[in-house]
């Protein structure tokens, strides 16, 4: 009856028009506002896809159908003139500042002995840290 192939391309188209279906149903489209604009989505992209010679004139359409429930000119208004669509300006505050205690004295640490040995280091006895040997120990 329908080659697997159709199928495929099918279930594929019909994936994908529920992506732009599922926005509209979250503006509050009516159900039957939904079946008939994903019906329609559905039919008009295996229209394109199956037929070579109106795809021309037909993908520009098809690409339309598909963005326009992502754009809406209310909420772009909105955008522009910075209102928000659900009534007054959201008023952002910021919060109290703390008073935080003083930074504690700095204390100077003593100077260093030129002469003592490093701390940590792990030499053989009577060696010091400025002993001039070849890496590998020879």
Not at 74 to 93: E, W
């Amino acid at each position: 009856m329908f080659s697997l192939t159709f199928l495929v391309l099918l279930g594929a188209i019909a994936l994908l028009a529920l992506i732009p279906t599922r926005r509209l149903y979250l503006a509050g489209w009516s159900p039957r506002a939904l079946a008939l604009y994903y019906v329609g989505l559905v039919a008009l992209a295996l229209i394109v896809a199956e037929l070579r010679a109106p795809a021309r004139f037909l993908i520009p359409i098809l690409v339309v159908v598909y963005i326009a429930p992502f754009v809406t000119a209310r909420a772009g208004l909105a955008r522009l003139f910075g209102r928000s669509g659900r009534g007054a300006t959201p008023v952002v505050s910021r919060p109290a500042t703390r008073s935080l205690p003083p930074p504690p004295e700095v204390v100077e640490t003593p100077a260093r002995d030129p002469d003592a040995p490093e701390a940590g280091y792990a030499g053989p006895p009577g060696a010091g840290p400025d002993d001039e040997r070849p890496l590998n120990g020879r």
